[in-house]
């Protein structure tokens, strides 16, 4: 059974930094790639960023580059978002997602930017 499930979520101050974390389970963590997505209230879920399964390959939303960073640990079948120079508009549930090829998903942990 796929588990994928985040944490690291919370308030933070503009300009702050957040890490999340999401602990895979149930499938083979070092042969897929990996995402992470974000739904903001009122607002599509939208792709944060990408880490293929040896991080050879990264791709992140222009609207995080520069700021976000994945990165993975396969011995500890874990994906990681570092949140540097968060903005307000970065408030939104964040999402892991692993596709086996189905779309598989955790329960989300919500991230508030707010003075």
């Known amino acids: 059974q796929v588990q994928l499930v985040e944490s690291g979520g919370g308030l933070v101050q503009p300009g702050g930094s957040l890490r999340l974390s999401c602990a895979a389970s149930?499938?083979?963590?070092?042969?897929?790639?990996m995402r992470w997505y974000r739904q903001a209230p009122g607002k599509e879920r939208e792709l944060v960023a990408y880490i293929s399964s040896a991080a050879s390959i990264i791709n992140y939303a222009d609207s995080v580059k520069g700021r976000f960073i994945i990165s993975r640990d396969n011995a500890k079948n874990t994906v990681y978002l570092q949140m540097n120079s968060l903005k307000p508009e970065d408030t939104a549930v964040y999402y892991c997602?692993?596709?086996?090829?189905?779309?598989?998903w955790g329960q989300g942990t919500q991230v508030t930017v707010s003075s």
């Open positions: 997602n692993a596709r086996l090829p189905n779309d598989h």
């Open positions: 149930g499938f083979t963590f070092s042969s897929r790639g």
